[in-house]
């Protein structure tokens, strides 16, 4: 009689779990960086290709998020990038900060995606690697980019599934079988 309580009391909570999981992603996606790299346009290329419904805006803020279906973050950092957009570090932080914030309030589930390997790691990179992985539903990675297991780490601590991908363009995939619920 115990393991059947037993049995029952843990299939009760995996089903509160599931039940507490995000909405599935849908599109229309909002597509934006964090932290202002050009991976950013790498995704944006593919989303296309793969004929995804999408609005890419480099600084994309709340506002934006209305009639999406979810929000993907390209993660990883760029001083040439941010240059580009005249933006700190700082100023980036706090626009992806606010836009997480209204997403997880619109109840709009968030993708992460590191598609630069080592690359997009490092100093500047790793903050925004963080944020965005540590608010995100799902995490795309590119096993270069985890070669510290930062964004493993990060989905054990947060119950955030991880899924890898071997080069960039195995990113594609992964993110047609999500929108596709595949």
Known sequence: MRFSSLFAA??????MVA???TKPFA??????SCGQCADALMMKTLLSRDSLAFSYLPTATAADLDGKGS???VVGGSSKG?????????????RVTALLDAAEKAEIPII????????????LSDPFNRLGAEHAH???VVKGGDNDSLFTKI???NSILLETADTALGVSPLVKKIYHNE
């Open 10 to 15: 843990v299939l009760c909570s995996g089903l």
């Open 19 to 21: 039940c507490a999981e």
């Open 27 to 32: 599109q229309p996606i909002l597509l934006t």
């Open 71 to 73: 929000l993907m973050l």
């Open 82 to 94: 941010l240059g580009a957009a005249k933006i700190s570090a700082d100023d980036e932080t706090a």
């Open 112 to 123: 992460a995606v590191h598609m630069g390997g080592l690359a997009r790691r490092g100093a």
């Open 138 to 140: 799902r995490l795309i």
């Open 155 to 157: 989905a054990e601590d």
